[in-house]
């Protein structure tokens, strides 16, 4: 008993640390890990089985692509671009960014557009005398949203759809019909909630003319940073050939991460770049993080709690398809926004496996059931999807600082809201489906 109760009193001890921000997540991760492991719970060899390196290796891969290419000054071209498109208009800005931010999400995977995205729109906002947070999370819960349209937008897709056998086209014609709808409600939903950050700025001469002079401003520092075209074109044609073998997964069978990774190496070698300074750009922590938050929540699965818990909650629901596809819902939802969607995204398949050998719904509804719990889900709190967790990561080391509860009262709407909408779509499907 005590096998079970120690893993779970120990991951909600650190749970609250993480919440109230009482020490680093990283380090209270690990110090989990270190208690379990010092009181024999779990050895140190099967621990570090536990970590998820299909992940790590991706977010390492992505990392060190996306900081060669900043050396290069392609992000400042882009930053110029966009500020110039905008013409610092608050709407133009979170409207066109959550657009490009959907779509890279949906076709790129939500974790390597962030990576690309939060810094740019950090520097373009603060250069404009604006709040960046309001911004940094907007992005981030879009790019969750966005992630949820296709098989490799996001990791629990990444995993149904490799354990199930869905392809990429299944998952575009099953969930861009309600990605598209969420997104736009989501995005007004935020705009009317942020309207005065939001205004228009054209009523105001002042600021008019700030944002005229900001702008000539940043035309002038571009003209005068130094920028590396050689590096920036090789950086472009790797993350170009990483996007190609990611959407061609069902034809060559090679993981992300291991693409991510062998892509990253590729670049260092043939652009010369400083590897010190590179990897000083790569999250650590935020690596670090992960592969605790992975031991954690395996340790649990590994003792049973977790399936214990969903097998409790889901097989018994009877017979009724509707009761059965919301519970997987709502259920994955909430659970995905606290335990990380990922693991728990694990965890569900063996027991919607078994809900179907039980009552046989068809046209794979609980799997997109699924896939919509966890992916929209993950926006409740900030450690519940990998794309926070970065996002996080990457605004904090550009002094942009959101907390745990900062992120929880808008990802909770946000989250509601997305499941509300996911609930009336699965249940017309699954009416027009019987």
């Known amino acids: 008993m005590d096998s079970v109760l120690i893993p779970i009193a120990v991951f909600l001890i650190v749970y609250v640390a993480i919440t109230f921000e009482l020490v680093n997540k990283a380090v209270a991760a690990l ?27 991706l977010l390492t891969g992505m990392m060190i692509i996306v900081s060669i290419l900043s050396r290069s000054g392609f992000f400042t071209i882009v930053s110029v671009k966009i500020a110039e498109v905008t013409q610092g208009s608050p709407v133009r800005i979170l409207v066109l960014f959550s657009i490009v931010t959907a779509v890279m999400s949906a076709f790129l995977d939500n974790v390597t557009t962030v990576l690309i995205i939060i810094p740019i729109i950090i520097e373009l906002t603060r250069g404009m005398g604006m709040d960046p947070k309001k911004y940094v999370l907007s992005q981030a819960l879009i790019s969750n949203v966005g992630g949820t349209a296709t098989l490799i937008g996001d990791p629990p897709n990444i995993i149904i759809g490799s354990k199930v056998g869905l392809t990429f086209n299944q998952f575009i014609i099953n969930l861009s019909p309600i990605v598209i709808v969420v997104f736009i409600v989501v995005l007004f939903a935020l705009w009317i909630s942020n309207r005065e950050e939001f205004k228009p700025i054209n009523t105001n ?69 400083d590897v010190e300074h590179v990897l000083e750009e790569v999250e650590w922590s935020t690596l670090m993080f992960f592969a605790g938050l992975f031991i954690l929540v395996g340790v649990l699965e590994e003792k049973g709690a977790i399936e214990w818990i969903a097998h409790h909650v889901f097989v018994k629901v009877g017979d009724n398809p509707y009761i059965a596809v919301l519970m997987v819902l709502w259920v994955s939802g909430i659970a995905s926004g606290f335990l990380d969607n990922i693991p728990f995204t694990i965890t569900m398949i063996p027991i919607v496996h078994l809900m179907l050998e039980s009552n046989p719904i068809p046209n794979n509804i609980l799997w997109w059931a699924l896939a919509l719990g966890a992916c929209f889900g993950g926006n409740i709190t900030m450690i519940g999807s990998s794309a926070n967790i970065v996002s996080m990561g990457i605004a904090k080391k550009h002094g942009v600082n959101i907390s745990f509860m900062d992120f929880m009262k808008t990802g909770i709407w946000v989250t509601f809201i997305s499941l509300s909408l996911a609930s009336i779509y699965l249940t017309l499907y699954l009416w027009i489906a019987l």
């Open 205 to 273: 001469l002042t600021k008019l003319l700030t944002v005229q002079l900001l702008l000539e401003k940043i035309r002038f520092e571009f003209l005068n940073i130094k920028i590396d075209q050689s590096m920036m074109w090789k950086g472009l044609i790797c993350l170009a050939l990483a996007i190609g073998l990611f959407m061609t997964q069902t034809i060559t069978r090679l993981a992300p991460g291991v693409v991510a990774l062998s892509v990253a190496m590729l670049l260092f070698i043939i652009s010369k770049a």
């Open 31 to 57: 110090s989990g890990v270190s208690v379990l492991v010092l009181l024999h719970i779990v050895g140190e060899h099967e621990a570090v089985e536990l970590i998820d390196m299909e992940t790590i290796m």
